[in-house]
C-alpha cells in the first residue's frame, strides 16, 4: 500500500502572512513539520503543496519535495486532490503545516492496517478536550460520532449539549485526515451543503452527503502556530527541547 502525505502551504494567510517560512530556531517552520512526518515508515513520500514559489523556492535549497499548484483552490483538500492527479498512491495524508513539533506516533494512528476494500476512504483524527476553554473556542472544531465511530456532525459549537445526562465527552477533531482518491474527487467535485457554508467546516461536505467518515481517536496535545504570538511560545519550548538534546535542528 502505498501512501503519500502532503502538507498543504500557503503563503497568504489573513492572520500571519507567510507562516510556512517562519524562522523557527534558525529553520523554516515548513522545515520542522516536513521532518516530523518524514519519521513515519510507513509512508512512502512526503510532499509539500503550495502555490507560492517563495515557499518552492526555500524547499528546494532544503531538499524538501515540493509540488507547485494552482493558486484559485478555496480549500487545502482541493489542492491535495491536485497533488493527487501529479503523484499516484493508494491513500493520501494531509498534515496541517502549522504544527511544527506534530507527533509522528499521531500520524501513523490514521493509517490503517490494510489497504480499505473500497474506493471511497476518508478518516479524520479526534483528540479528547479537557480544558473547558478550548470547548466554547470557535476555532477547535468538535465532533460526534455513531457507534461505530463515522462522524455524525462537526461543529464550532459545543456538541452534544448535555441536557439529559453529565456522563459525556467533549472530542475535537485535529488536522490530519487520509483520503482515497476518490474521496478526494468527491470533496473536489461537490458544492458545499447548507450546513457546511454555515459552519465553514470542510468535512461537512462528506457528512452532508451521506459518505462515511471514519474517527480515530488519539491522545494529541496541539502546538500549532496561527498567529505571530503563537510563534513566540513555539520558538521557546523548541529551543529549550534543543538544549536538552531531545530534537535538533539538522537535518
Not at 490530519?176 to 476518490?182: E, G, H, M, N
Request: aromatic share 8%; glycine share 4%; with cysteine.
Amino acid at each position: 500500500m502505498k501512501i503519500v502525505a502532503v502538507i498543504p502551504a500557503r503563503f497568504k494567510s489573513s492572520r500571519f502572512p507567510g507562516k510556512p517560512l517562519a524562522d523557527l530556531c534558525g529553520k523554516p517552520m515548513i522545515w520542522w513539520v516536513y521532518n516530523q512526518v518524514k519519521k513515519v515508515k510507513e509512508i512512502s513520500d512526503v510532499y509539500v503543496a503550495t502555490d507560492d514559489e517563495r515557499i518552492i523556492d526555500v524547499c528546494n535549497d532544503l531538499n524538501i519535495n515540493a509540488v507547485m499548484t494552482r493558486g484559485d483552490h478555496g480549500t487545502s483538500t482541493e489542492r491535495v486532490n491536485e497533488v493527487a492527479h501529479k503523484i499516484d498512491a493508494d491513500l493520501y495524508i494531509v498534515i496541517n503545516g502549522d504544527e511544527p513539533l506534530i507527533d509522528p506516533e499521531i500520524i501513523r494512528a490514521i493509517i490503517p492496517t490494510d489497504k480499505p476494500k473500497t474506493d471511497f476512504y476518508v478518516s479524520n483524527l479526534m483528540t479528547e478536550i479537557s480544558r473547558p476553554s478550548e470547548v466554547v473556542d470557535f476555532t477547535n472544531i468538535k465532533v460526534v460520532t455513531d457507534d461505530d465511530s463515522n462522524a455524525l456532525f462537526m461543529s464550532r459549537s459545543p456538541i452534544p449539549y448535555p441536557k439529559a445526562s453529565i456522563e459525556y465527552k467533549y472530542y475535537k477533531h485535529v488536522g490530519v485526515l487520509i483520503y482515497s482518491k476518490a474521496a478526494l474527487e468527491f470533496f473536489a467535485s461537490t458544492p458545499k451543503g447548507y450546513n457546511e457554508k454555515i459552519e465553514d467546516v470542510n468535512e461537512l461536505r462528506y457528512i452532508e452527503h451521506g459518505k462515511k467518515l471514519k474517527m480515530v481517536e488519539v491522545v494529541a496535545h496541539s502546538l500549532s502556530v496561527d498567529t505571530p504570538k503563537d510563534l513566540e511560545y513555539v520558538k521557546s519550548v523548541v529551543t529549550d527541547m534543543i538544549n536538552k538534546g531531545e530534537i535538533s535542528a539538522d537535518a
